[in-house]
């Protein structure tokens, strides 16, 4: 198997650990060790005091996967294993495409979800998230004209990453519609669910649509813990489970004793956790769209309607590449050019998770008034 660099964890491991301030960054703000403990209720505390450095199971802890299938209608708790989610992606797609298959990915996206069906020798058709009137969308027509004979997968990723873009339930409705009806595989990256804006908007986990829906998710964006490197792939397909159950035995085996235990906390206190985190996203919203508008000369605020993060736009002759480049040389705040994403248009990430947002956008605004005032 070759596989290309991946071009997002290339800029962080450059950037992430020497920049003074990271505006890019995709999850919500982590929880101290001490905070999440004190969340812990009895039988929680008695599991981390006891707790043994052994291995462990390696479908998941069955508290930890008995939680998780709470977030979920149809899913049981053998229906689930955890992962990191990375390491999901990998597994799963591994275990689900053969050689000559052919795959439709939402674009842009995290790059593993296209990439990895690629590396196996599969073919990828890119289903665009574009730009209208200011607004993300997406066009299920080209969805629907993508399919092929061949066609094994269907990727999505809402709310997404980058642009925070969630489709309206009909376009949802359709999309799941193709994919049951077509017995398409649809592998839905889910984890930025439950920071939607708008909880009409959050729409049913593809592992409780049909048995061919693979969802995945984790606590590393929306519940702000990709300390822990929790993350599971959830579906009702007994035969898909077993091979990634199989194949998982080549990649970790089995999860972390502490990461599991704090993932059990966090998991019961969830509506605590989300509620804190989604507040803070609105909050920063807010903060971000008073900036943008008072250097629309410069800056496009383009909405997002989930998500810890969003895609806006740079109006300036100059490029995002470099934008970026000058950015973190001068002031030490990294953001994310829309390259990193093989995304043509002159767009750049912005984080919307972390309690010093207002202080990194001072420091964004200072560069922009020393070097793009007009």
């Not at 998230?129 to 997968?153: C, E, G, H």
Request: glycine share 6%; hydrophobic share 40%.
């Amino acid at each position: 198997m070759r596989i290309n660099d991946f071009r997002l964890e290339c800029y962080f491991a450059k950037y992430e650990f020497s920049a003074k301030y990271l505006l890019s960054s995709s999850d919500c703000e982590s929880l101290k060790l001490g905070d999440l403990l004190q969340m812990a209720d009895q039988e929680c505390m008695a599991l981390w005091d006891d707790l043994k450095l052994g291995y462990t199971d390696s479908k998941g802890h069955p508290l930890l996967r008995n939680e998780i299938s709470k977030l979920y209608r149809k899913i049981k708790p053998e229906d689930i294993i955890v992962l990191a989610p990375e390491e999901g992606i990998f597994v799963a797609m591994n275990s689900i495409l053969d050689r000559g298959d052919h795959v439709i990915s939402i674009e842009p996206a995290y790059q593993s979800l296209a990439e990895i069906p690629e590396s196996l020798g599969c073919a990828v058709t890119r289903w665009p998230v574009s730009l209208n009137d200011n607004k993300w969308s997406i066009d299920t027509s080209y969805l629907q004209n993508a399919i092929r004979s061949n066609t094994k997968l269907i990727i999505i990723n809402f709310p997404h990453n980058p642009t925070g873009f969630i489709p309206d339930p009909g376009e949802f409705k359709t999309i799941a519609g193709l994919a049951v009806n077509n017995d398409i595989f649809l592998f839905s990256d889910e984890m930025y669910r439950y920071l939607e804006f708008s909880e009409s908007r959050r729409y049913e986990s593809a592992a409780d649509i049909f048995s061919n829906g693979i969802s995945l998710s984790g606590l590393s964006k929306s519940f702000g813990l990709p300390g822990l490197r929790t993350g599971w792939l959830a579906t009702r397909n007994k035969t898909v489970m077993e091979k990634i159950r199989r194949f998982r035995y080549y990649t970790t085996i089995c999860g972390s004793a502490p990461g599991e235990i704090l993932s059990i906390i966090a998991l019961r206190n969830k509506d605590r956790i989300i509620s804190r985190n989604l507040d803070l996203v609105r909050k920063n919203v807010q903060i971000a769209k008073m900036l943008f508008n008072k250097h629309n000369g410069l800056l496009n605020w383009i909405e997002p309607q989930g998500g810890s993060i969003a895609f806006p736009h740079l109006n300036e002759k100059i490029h995002a590449d470099e934008f970026c480049r000058k950015l973190i040389d001068l002031k030490s705040v990294l953001l994310l050019p829309a390259s990193i994403f093989n995304f043509p248009g002159n767009h750049f990430r912005i984080g919307l998770g972390r309690i010093n947002f207002p202080q990194a956008l001072n420091v964004f605004e200072s560069f922009i008034d020393e070097h793009y005032a007009p």
